[in-house]
């Protein structure tokens, strides 16, 4: 080929990243009110569905994750997904009691979330790049932060246009139309298509053909789970489940429980998404002149002082100020995340890695948006909520700030 290939597996996990999260947290975020209106269900029961399908889906990660470092199974997972995932979406479209949502939007869809989350997805684009890790980690990322620009402001016009009955199924239609196709041409490695790591192109030297050198060491998931590196990392990871699925779940409606109407929370959380999209190549700049690991301490910081920042708000202006700092400091700790997992343990088995880090996540991903649904509806306000989001991200940072670099392992060739 021409072009390096890798880099069309990386367009096609941030377009899958996008409707990843724009399914779970906005989507439901704009559907909640009309729903509630119309079939009276408290936010437990909406929310419930969503902590099924996060809980679920993350349980299977250490499943799903070994399958994800075999060459040939990610262009056979992924389209599955994509499908599995825009059928959740869609036979919401019929339900009317709170088991049929339950079956539909939350079991139907761990299973489409196991297979096209942002972890497996991670693993397949750091198969293809190691000296451009971070770049290539960069724009993946940006799908997912593209979300909140993109999703409320869909879902809410198609509610408004269609009702959100029919809005679920046309949304269902939409994902499925872009994922499916998009999932056949994934491939596991460069060697599948004839090329090299990076792109790089095979070297000529005393008439010999070579190939760069890759000198990466590699951690099993074994070796991996001996260090105390591992555990600090997977504990972060475990709470920023809470810390940021939970909160982003809510934003919409805490919008419009402080007197903000359906399209001002939708522009204010699609001026999130612009600030993330925007802050990604900031990020990635510190990270070529940083330590990582410095950087997501900052970040963990900010990230924390961002949610005082949203119990203030009391007017429009704050609202996009606020819309905009939280852009900044929230939507880029996976990527530091991913970046600071790959450096310490090697990309060969990421999948099998990061996996095993998902169930940990899964319980406090899936039982957070309930936890502060139920809050809410006990005390009827968000106060409590968020202060227990802040405490959260404290107790992040110092995870961060105990994990360290775990030593030398045995290296582990492809």
Do not use: C
């Amino acid at each position: 080929m021409r072009f390096f290939y890798g880099w069309v597996i990386v367009a096609i996990a941030a377009v899958n990243g996008s409707f990843l999260l724009g399914s779970a947290q906005f989507a439901l975020g704009a559907f909640l009110i009309p729903m509630e209106e119309e079939l009276d269900w408290n936010r437990s029961v909406l929310f419930g569905a969503l902590a099924i399908r996060q809980l679920l889906g993350g349980l299977l990660g250490p499943l799903v994750g070994p399958w994800m470092d075999r060459p040939n199974a990610p262009r056979i997972l992924m389209p599955l997904g994509g499908v599995m995932l825009g059928l959740s979406l869609m036979s919401v479209r019929w339900v009317h009691e709170p088991l049929l949502f339950f079956l539909s939007y939350g079991l139907v869809g761990a299973f489409g979330f196991a297979l096209i989350n942002t972890t497996m997805w991670d693993s397949v684009v750091l198969k293809w790049f190691l000296r451009k890790r971070a770049k290539a980690t960069l724009w993946t990322g940006f799908g997912a932060s593209s979300a909140p620009m993109i999703f409320p402001a869909l879902v809410t016009g198609l509610i408004f246009w269609l009702g959100w009955r029919d809005a679920w199924l046309w949304y269902g239609i939409l994902t499925i139309a872009v994922l499916l196709p998009a999932g056949l041409l994934v491939r596991g490695r460069p060697e599948q298509v004839g090329q090299l790591l990076d792109g790089d192109l095979q070297l000529e030297r005393d008439g010999r053909t070579q190939r760069p050198l890759d000198n990466e060491r590699s951690f099993t998931r074994h070796d991996a789970i001996r260090t105390s590196g591992f555990w600090f990392i997977s504990g972060a990871f475990m709470l920023t489940g809470f810390a940021i699925n939970a909160f982003q779940a809510h934003w919409i409606p805490y919008m419009r429980d402080i007197g903000f109407s359906a399209g001002v929370a939708a522009a204010a959380v699609s001026m999130y998404g612009a600030s993330n999209v925007a802050s990604r190549v900031l990020w990635w700049r510190l990270v070529s002149r940083f330590d990582v690991q410095k950087l997501m301490v900052v970040h963990t910081i900010a990230a924390g002082l961002g949610v005082g920042f949203m119990l203030v708000i009391d007017n429009k202006p704050m609202l996009f100020a606020w819309a905009a700092y939280q852009g900044l400091f929230l939507g880029s700790y996976n990527y530091l995340h991913t970046l600071i997992t790959a450096e310490y343990f090697g990309r060969m088995h990421i999948g099998a890695i990061r996996g095993t880090m998902l169930p940990m996540s899964a319980v406090l991903r899936a039982g957070g948006p309930l936890l502060l649904g139920v809050m809410r509806d006990l005390r009827g306000t968000y106060t409590l909520a968020f202060v227990s989001i802040w405490v959260t991200w404290s107790v992040v940072t110092a995870a961060v700030v105990a994990a360290r670099r775990p030593g030398e392992a045995t290296r582990q060739q492809d």
